[in-house]
């Protein structure tokens, strides 16, 4: 029989639980780990033992440790900030009325000693906001083309759209449409065809013959008023401009098109993205932009 001797590694979960790996060694010096092991926080754990071990980079920030030493550390959170970032937020004991939050870095902190990017102050119970997501990414990769278009740049700076949308007409052509609703409904359709943007099109609810609220009593008479909306969005179909209202009414999908009036006609060259035409829409086509920077 061999004489084994066995020794572990614990490290610490931002969950309060801790990770056991134990190692053993025989007599001839050879080792072997077991299977990884995670056991649930410990009642009444130490949460400034569990915090050290998950973010060690801790012992490097006066301001943090400074904290802990005025204020006690009761338990500790984490939030997520965006897709590289997260919040850590540390609850004092009863002697201090704010909380610690921190901007860490998702790194491996034994090997990173910068992961920390500011730390601040906020009242208990409140909670920072995350960082919000851009509406236009999956716009960027599908169609790049549309995005690099100066007429859709100056929409998205001017207008800051915060959904988009595609609906094709056959097999080469597609309306990109972005909508924003800020003061008043606004929406750009791009006409892409073959890959290439042949035109752009801003339509402005507030010249239409039809407008948003006007569409959406129409279309609402159409359904149950169970029904929920799914989506708004206008089309330029058959040489009109068209409100799509779609609704999901019980187990039923419904999209109902809402005449708004006749479409801008082809070919109308606008010189600066502020006017608008009397059907309340300007159409650029892309052979004869004529565009300006504010």
């Known amino acids: 029989m061999n004489d084994r001797g066995s020794s572990g590694q614990v490290s610490f979960n931002p969950d309060g639980s801790f990770t056991v790996i134990r190692t053993e060694s025989d007599e001839r010096g050879a080792t072997a780990a077991e299977p990884t092991q995670t056991l649930p926080p410990a009642p009444g754990g130490d949460p400034l033992m569990e915090l050290r071990g998950a973010h060690p980079n801790i012992e490097r920030n006066a301001e943090i440790m400074e904290y802990i030493r005025t204020c006690g550390l009761s338990s500790w959170c984490e939030r997520p900030y965006n897709t590289t970032c997260r919040y850590v937020y540390l609850v004092p004991g009863t002697s201090c009325s704010q909380t610690l939050v921190y901007l860490n870095r998702d790194v491996n902190e034994r090997e990173d000693h910068n992961s920390i990017v500011w730390v ?57 449409y972005l909508i924003a609703e800020n003061v008043t409904f606004r929406e750009l359709i791009a006409t892409v065809e073959s890959g290439a943007v042949t035109g752009v099109t801003v339509l402005d609810e507030q010249h239409l013959a039809v407008n948003k609220t006007e569409a959406l009593a129409i279309a609402g008479e159409d359904v149950s008023p169970a029904a929920q909306l799914i989506d708004t969005h206008l089309r330029l179909k058959d040489g009109r401009v068209v409100w799509m209202v779609s609704y999901m009414d019980g187990p039923v999908y419904t999209s109902i098109p809402v005449d708004a009036g006749e479409a801008p006609a082809t070919g109308e060259k606008v010189p600066g993205f502020s006017s608008a035409t009397a059907a309340g829409a300007l159409l650029v086509p892309a052979a004869a932009l004529h565009w300006r920077r504010r």
């Open 120 to 176: 601040g102050l906020v009242d208990r119970g409140e909670e920072l906001p995350v960082e919000a997501s851009d509406p236009l990414a999956s716009l960027s990769v599908r169609y790049p083309q549309v995005m690099e278009n100066p007429a859709v740049d100056a929409f998205v700076r001017e207008d800051r759209p915060e959904r988009w949308g595609e609906v094709f007409e056959n097999e080469t052509t597609v309306q990109v």
